[in-house]
């Protein structure tokens, strides 16, 4: 079954602090990955996809096809940075995601 | 910059009534998504439409109908609402291939 599992409900970390958000796929096949975040009172927006290979606002992601995962990292947590993350997939020949429960993360000063 | 408007905010609607919830992007793409967002469940798909007139359904389509006459315009319907649909709703849109764009949402109680 295709899944996308995100362990943590909520990360709190303070500023300065490296940042890791899980995220770990279930999927037959070559799926595409993004991450998606909402910040307060903002929409849902896509901060970055594993094709692209970008670092937006710091964050990185690498897709990890041997262990399934697509952890969010970032080294330095900045207070912006607090918000609802949803990693999400995609399979092949669709535009339909499969999204992750969240994870809040929240960075204290 | 791509723009999905949903008509409404914040909605107040009654058991039993038939609601419709309206979404219209401005950047003529094909696909467009209706998800229901609740805390702990994450983003679930209710419905897509991949052009117009056509749909398909998301992984919770039971008590919900969609529409999609013209290709800007993809319309939730809600046709005897009930308290387990109170929610937040999020329309979405895509060009194929491409990552999908979000309304702000419209938080919807059923009383």
């Known amino acids: 079954a295709q899944r996308v599992t995100q362990p943590e409900k909520l990360l709190s970390v303070f500023k300065g602090a490296p940042v890791e958000l899980k995220c770990n796929y279930s999927?037959?096949?070559?799926?595409?990955l993004f991450w998606y975040v909402q910040y307060s009172r903002q929409r849902l927006q896509l901060l970055l996809r594993?094709?692209s290979r970008e670092s937006i606002k710091g964050f990185t992601a690498d897709l990890n096809k041997g262990e399934t995962s697509f952890h969010l990292k970032k080294p330095f947590a900045q207070e912006e940075d607090s918000a609802m993350y949803y990693c999400?997939?995609?399979?092949?020949?669709?535009?339909?995601?499969?999204f992750g429960t969240g994870t809040r993360l929240q960075v204290f000063p | 910059d791509v723009k999905v408007t949903q008509s409404s905010r914040y909605l107040v609607k009654r058991t039993g009534e038939k609601v419709f919830l309206e979404c219209v992007q401005d950047?003529?793409?094909?696909?467009m998504f209706w998800y229901r967002q609740d805390p702990g469940l994450g983003l679930r798909l209710i419905y897509f439409?991949?052009?117009?007139?056509?749909?398909e359904k998301g992984d919770i389509p039971e008590g919900y109908s969609v529409s999609r006459e013209k290709k800007e315009r993809f319309s939730l319907i809600l046709e005897s609402a009930s308290t387990n649909q109170t929610s937040m709703y999020l329309c979405?849109?895509?060009?194929?291939?491409?990552?999908?764009?979000f309304g702000d949402g419209t938080r919807l109680s059923i009383l």
């Open positions: 979405a849109s895509s060009r194929g291939g491409g990552p999908q764009h």
């Open positions: 950047m003529d793409h094909e696909n």
């Open positions: 439409s991949y052009d117009v007139k056509m749909k």
């Open positions: 999400a997939l995609s399979g092949y020949n669709t535009d339909k995601l499969i």
């Open positions: 594993h094709i």
């Open positions: 999927y037959s096949g070559s799926p595409e």
